[in-house]
């Protein structure tokens, strides 16, 4: 266009020039944040084997015994085929209780009639502690895989209904108006505005509903029948295994762990404008 | 009026317009006629009912007495030959800057190579190019309102509504984006309403001003701002009749505000 201006080559150097020190920037604070982490970790692990090697096994074990417990339980022990069987569960929940919950969510959210008739039966399971269902859910649907996958999906269920539900009532109005002076037909503004703005706290929701899963799955294991990881900790935890039961729980942990950080990365990639680690 | 201005004819007509939220009158009988190219300004106090009548030209909001009428036809929701820039910049920030700006053009299902050009085209012309990528929480105040005015200017609208679009950019900011606004304006002479609370600014940019006063939001004086174009924000500051309208128009806010009174 006519409007290039002599200055208009220099400003733009001029932003590269500031957007570079800036990525220089966020670089910098990333690797010191990662010394800071690996020194953490080291601090953390020493003290856990200094700990363990001065207190008798029944008690506590050193990080190095319990690393090759946990290398025996997984190549000779029962904990692969446990793993592969609570995780199996733990994702059918997560899956059921999200979808579920997603939808809840935004019936919730979107109609106000489906609100007051629902709403308050939310709440109200929502403030019960959901172990003291479990009964119940037994006496109903047994004890096998259908309990199990039942109980997960409450415990996933919750956070991401809450989550998804005040997304909903979140949307920024001015930005409705924005895409309704566009003309914008339902369709779209679902498709442009609706969606996007609820996408994060989707994200969050289910976040949090992979740690409250995890506790659903170790819950379920345990009271109804005793299977996957919660039988190995159970097992351990009644022959005095102390070891073996420290190796069940860091594998929880790690797996814990390794889901919510793919839950962050499906963050960065479903909404990559909603920067949480680069300081604002 | 100038004689230019009555020649040409009427773009926008509001007739009689009145709105009420509950028992309070926001607007009362307003009459405002705006011709094809003309620059008008909306000045007047926080509360006058400036974005009311705005969301009333677009036919956001139905106005309780009155009608709108864009090109003789009644305006009940918003229309093709308008674009709305808004004073908190409403951009999505699930879009980038290039995303946004094609958007009203995605909602019109244009073909996307017509959509490209359109926003590279835009996106020059505010001044933004190497910003296409860029999410808008990552762009200065004055960097996004560049982005509102493209995505207004890309859809080549023939009514461009302005809401108090630099209100909320610092002072310098604010002066270059007059500046461009007014070279753009004057390159494309687009029907302009522009809302602001500045004397300054609505002197700068306007062919008239339509001074209101609150409660109930009512036209209190219309004037005509004789400063020739093309204008620099530098030359109207020079221009012999620049004191004396601002002097004027100052004195008619006082009074409209009830100070005076
Ligand atoms: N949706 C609404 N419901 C109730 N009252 C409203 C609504 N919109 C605006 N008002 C009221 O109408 C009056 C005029 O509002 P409006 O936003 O049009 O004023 P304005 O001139 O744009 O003010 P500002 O300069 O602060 O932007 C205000 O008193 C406001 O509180
Ligand atoms: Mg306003």
Redesign the interface.
């Known amino acids: 266009?006519d409007?290039q201006n002599p200055l208009?080559d220099t400003?733009?150097a001029l932003?590269?020039r500031v957007l570079e020190r800036r990525q220089r920037a966020a670089q910098k604070r990333r690797n010191r944040f990662l010394l800071i982490r690996v020194l953490s970790f080291v601090v953390v692990l020493g003290a856990w084997q200094i700990y363990g090697l001065n207190t008798i096994d029944l008690i506590f074990s050193p990080f190095t015994d319990v690393i090759a417990h946990l290398y025996q339980l997984l190549v000779y022990g029962p904990l692969a085929a446990a793993i592969v069987y609570s995780v199996s569960m733990f994702l059918g929940g997560l899956v059921i209780g999200s979808i579920v919950g997603i939808l809840l969510g935004v019936a919730m959210g979107r109609f106000a009639g489906f609100e007051a008739a629902v709403g308050m039966y939310v709440y109200a399971i929502y403030s019960t502690p959901l172990v003291a269902l479990i009964p119940l859910i037994s006496l109903w649907f047994g004890f096998g895989i259908e309990a199990q996958l039942i109980i997960i999906s409450m415990f996933v269920l919750f956070p991401v209904t809450i989550a998804v539900y005040n997304g909903v009532r979140n949307v920024d109005a001015?930005?409705t108006?924005?895409?309704?002076?566009?003309?914008?037909n339902e369709m779209?503004m679902w498709r442009?505005?609706i969606i996007?703005?609820v996408?994060p706290y989707i994200v969050t929701g289910v976040s949090q509903g992979v740690a409250m899963g995890l506790v659903g799955m170790f819950i379920s294991e345990i009271y109804t029948a005793l299977s996957g990881m919660g039988q190995v900790l159970a097992y351990s935890a009644n022959s005095y295994k102390t070891a073996d039961m420290l190796a069940v729980l860091l594998t929880v942990m790690v797996l814990g762990v390794f889901f919510r950080a793919v839950i962050e990365k499906l963050r960065k990639r479903l909404?990559?404008?909603?920067?949480t680690d680069t300081g604002? | 009026m100038t004689a230019t201005a009555q020649a040409r004819p009427p773009k926008v007509v509001a007739t009689g317009i009145s709105k009420w939220y509950g028992a309070l009158e926001v607007l009362h009988n307003v009459t405002l006629e705006i011709h094809q190219g003309e620059f008008v300004c909306l000045l007047g106090p926080s509360g006058c009912g400036k974005t009311t009548l705005m969301r009333t030209l677009?036919g956001?909001i139905l106005p309780d007495e009155g009608s709108v009428q864009l090109d003789g036809a009644l305006i009940t929701?918003?229309p093709?030959q308008a674009?709305?820039v808004?004073q908190?910049f409403?951009l999505?920030?699930?879009?980038t800057v290039s995303q946004n700006v094609a958007?009203?053009m995605?909602?019109?299902r244009l073909p996307p190579t017509q959509i490209d050009e359109k926003v590279k085209?835009a996106i020059?012309?505010v001044?933004l190019?190497?910003?296409e990528a860029a999410?808008?929480?990552r762009l200065s105040g004055g960097m996004r309102q560049r982005v509102g005015i493209a995505r207004a200017l890309a859809l080549g609208p023939e009514l461009l509504l302005m809401d108090e679009p630099f209100a909320s950019v610092d002072a310098y900011t604010r002066e270059l984006l007059q500046a461009e606004l007014l070279?753009?304006w004057e390159r494309f002479r687009q029907t302009v309403v522009f809302v602001t609370h500045s004397i300054d600014e609505a002197i700068t940019l306007a062919d008239r001003i339509v001074v209101m006063k609150a409660k109930p939001g009512e036209v209190l004086h219309i004037y005509d701002v004789p400063i020739e174009r093309p204008r620099t924000i530098a030359s109207v500051r020079r221009h012999p009749a620049y004191e004396p309208l601002r002097a004027k128009i100052w004195e008619d806010m006082l009074t409209g505000s009830g100070r005076e009174m």
């Open positions: 266009m409007m208009s400003r733009s932003r590269e001015s930005l108006e924005v895409a309704r002076s566009f003309r914008a779209a442009h505005v996007p703005s996408v909404a990559p404008w909603f920067n604002r | 677009d956001l929701s918003p093709r674009a709305v808004f908190q409403g999505f920030p699930w879009k958007f009203p995605v909602l019109d085209w020059d012309l001044g190019k190497g910003f999410y808008p929480d070279s753009i």
